[in-house]
Nanobody, 125 residues
Framework: VQLQASGGGLVQTGGSLRLSCAASGFTMDYYAMGWFRQAPGKEREFVAA????????YYADSVKGRFTISGDNAKNTVSLQMNSLKPEDTAVYYC???????????????????WGKGTLVTVSS
């Protein structure tokens, strides 16, 4: 199982970035797929999650209305469109997959079974 994230970079406040995660070794259809982030000196936190079976989407309050998670099951990829970025969005973003319920992932990183390597997002003020 591999999760390969890409798309991070440097952007100014108010700008946009799109992160992508390519999954291999399993099919996303029955997995919860999500994004977490970890800012310097802080714990890793939930950002967004998606599950194709059931069509559920969840977002952290801090990103609601600005970030959109989507999946392409044919390509086995999940993306995170990030708009209206703020300096506090600066973090390493991690793609995640979980075999349990989507709420398990939303509630805790313990609900994640597979992690991708992170991709750094830096938002300058």
């Amino acid at each position: 199982v591999q999760l390969q994230a890409s798309g991070g970079g440097l952007v100014q406040t108010g700008g946009s970035l799109r992160l992508s995660c390519a999954a291999s070794g399993f099919t996303m259809d029955y997995y919860a797929m999500g994004w977490f982030r970890q800012a310097p000196g802080k714990e890793r936190e939930f950002v967004a999650a998606y599950r194709w079976s059931g069509g559920r989407l969840y977002y952290a309050d801090s990103v609601k209305g600005r970030f959109t998670i989507s999946g392409d099951n044919a390509k086995n990829t999940v993306s995170l469109q990030m708009n209206s970025l703020k300096p506090e969005d600066t973090a390493v973003y991690y793609c995640a997959a979980g075999v349990r319920t989507i709420l398990s992932m939303v509630r805790s990183s313990d609900g994640v079974d597979y992690w991708g390597k992170g991709t750094l997002v830096t938002v300058s003020s």
